[in-house]
């Protein structure tokens, strides 16, 4: 089991920035997978970001050139930095955690972190 805490969210007006965090905790494998989802109301979850174990990076297009994610391997920790934000932007961010070991595909969601962006 691996256990995800979110942290960060909150209420910003437009053109703000707001950083997210999320620490991982648990049965952690090494080589992994950490990403931010979110979804807004009446919308399906949609991927913002995402970033290996190894540092290579994946951007939903309404995020690149705005929003950067990282991560601290020791730490076993993501964060999502999120600039120039939109009220498009307001959604809950899910923090999730992937893997596949031996063949198996391991998946884990966190509770969600509320981001409202006003305009």
């Known amino acids: 089991q691996v256990q995800l805490v979110e942290s960060g969210g909150g209420l910003v007006q437009a053109g703000g920035s707001l950083r997210l965090s999320c620490a991982a905790s648990?049965?952690?494998?090494?080589?992994?997978?950490m990403g931010w989802y979110r979804q807004a109301p009446g919308k399906q979850r949609e991927l913002v970001a995402a970033i290996t174990s190894g540092g290579s990076t994946n951007y939903a297009d309404s995020a690149k050139g705005r929003f950067t994610i990282s991560r601290d391997n020791a730490k076993n920790t993501v964060y999502l930095q999120m600039n120039s934000l939109k009220p498009e932007d307001t959604a809950v961010y899910y923090c999730n955690w992937r893997t596949i070991r031996l063949g198996v595909p391991y998946n884990y969601w966190g509770q969600g972190t509320q981001v409202t962006v006003s305009s």
């Open positions: 648990g049965s952690i494998f090494s080589i992994n997978t």
